[in-house]
């Protein structure tokens, strides 16, 4: 098999390997570029197009929701190191990518894997002199001294949990540990990332990442978000993926009904108001069973929850108290800080200069002391459950 036919199987079976894959902003995934356009976040939180590839699609394991499980007849192939190289360097080179996302399947056991992949990223670095961004996705039960070699060869290393808990891994991937091949391998790439925390080269500075198939083994979207936030605070994870499962013909779970997008967008939402707005996951509006709203999103949910803490008077409000405001976000409440200070807000105008998104806040905020937005039953009325918009918004994949 010649290199363009193996890129046509490994770019392809990659997808696989990435949360959000399917679709992002209505763009689909091409293999024939084997780019991804909507990328990493790296430090500047900007998406990097990457080259991305399995470094082999032979897997011996069965992994319920995954087509490259071992029993599945499907076409398979590997590169060899230096067919990475040829690879990936003329892509980067023309400016075609910007950098690397390398994972692999279980070929010939775990950490001959491992190795096989981290030969690739060492001989671009040392052979061939690449200095750019990498981003090397590991296998559970990796053994200690690869996880080193990942963590000083790649500026992002990542470990995917795809459940959110033992009961839940074991559902879809019996043959893991959750404890032992996964959270002890992030528990070392964290402790080699702070062992070089205060030298002059950190390891992987662009962090740590995970991520999770949503719907696959029957969790919620609360034991999704708690397992996440444990996450950000005990090994300081960068950032946590969240992909919608589809089923896929040839696997046990391959008549399981398919995740709807919306409900990943709801998570994906209640992931951010954790990470940037000072939300705690028992916040979160869950119902009974422990999942998000479908028809709005997860921060006016919260609002309308709380009428008694709206309005606020933009003008005299804490920073940490505009965050909690629909519409305003981490940059638009800086703005506010900062220009409050030159003049008051006093009308939708100015509010609505700091953005589209920012008029939303109108319903929530008092302008030196005014209030222009709808009042409590409107707001219910406004936000209510629409079922033929909910019927379209779960048949969106």
């Given at each position: 098999m010649n290199l363009d036919d193996k890129l046509d199987l490994l770019t392809d079976a990659a997808r696989f390997d990435l949360c959000n894959s399917f679709s992002q902003k209505g763009k689909r995934y091409t293999p024939q570029r084997a780019t991804w356009a909507e990328a990493d976040d790296t430090n500047d939180n900007r998406p990097k197009p990457l080259f991305r590839a399995l470094m082999s699609s032979a897997c011996t394991w069965n992994c319920a929701y995954c087509p490259l499980r071992t029993a599945n007849d499907t076409p398979r192939a590997s590169l060899e190191p230096e067919e990475l190289a040829r690879a990936f360097l003329p892509r980067y080179e023309a400016g075609a990518v910007q950098g690397l996302f390398l994972s692999t399947a279980v070929e010939g056991g775990v950490n001959q894997a491992v190795d096989r992949m981290l030969d690739g990223v060492e001989l671009l670095r040392t052979h061939h002199g690449f200095e750019g961004y990498v981003h090397v996705k590991l296998l559970p039960g990796t053994r200690p001294d690869g996880v080193e070699r990942a963590a000083r060869l790649a500026n992002r290393v990542s470990l995917n949990l795809e459940a959110p808990s033992a009961e839940h891994l074991a559902r879809v991937s019996p043959e893991r540990d959750w404890k032992v091949d996964l959270?002890?391998?992030?528990?070392?790439?964290?402790?080699?990332?702070?062992?070089?925390?205060?030298?002059g080269a950190p390891l992987l500075s662009s962090g740590l990442a995970t991520q999770f198939v949503v719907g696959a083994a029957g969790e919620s979207d609360r034991d999704l978000l708690g397992t996440g936030s444990w996450l950000y605070n005990e090994f300081g994870l960068r950032r946590v993926y969240f992909g919608a499962f589809r089923p896929v013909l040839g696997?046990?779970?391959e008549e399981a009904a398919p995740t709807p997008q919306v409900r990943v967008q709801r998570i994906q939402q209640a992931d951010w108001l954790v990470r940037n707005y000072g939300f705690g996951t028992y916040e979160l509006p869950f119902d009974d069973g422990g999942d998000l709203p479908l028809h709005v999103d997860p921060k006016i949910a919260w609002a309308l929850a709380h009428p008694e803490r709206f309005p606020v008077e933009l003008n005299t409000a804490s920073e940490e108290t505009l965050l909690r405001v629909p519409g305003l976000g981490p940059l638009s409440v800086r703005r506010i800080l900062r220009l409050r200070r030159l003049h008051p807000f006093r009308e939708p105008a100015h509010l609505a200069a700091l953005g589209a998104t920012a008029r939303r806040a109108q319903d929530f905020v008092t302008l030196d002391g005014r209030f222009f937005g709808r009042n409590a039953t409107q707001l219910r009325q406004a936000f209510a459950p629409r079922p033929q918009l909910l019927v379209e918004q779960l048949s969106l994949f």
């Open positions: 959270i002890e391998r992030l528990r070392w790439a964290r402790e080699w990332q702070q062992s070089t925390a205060h030298s696997t046990p779970l």
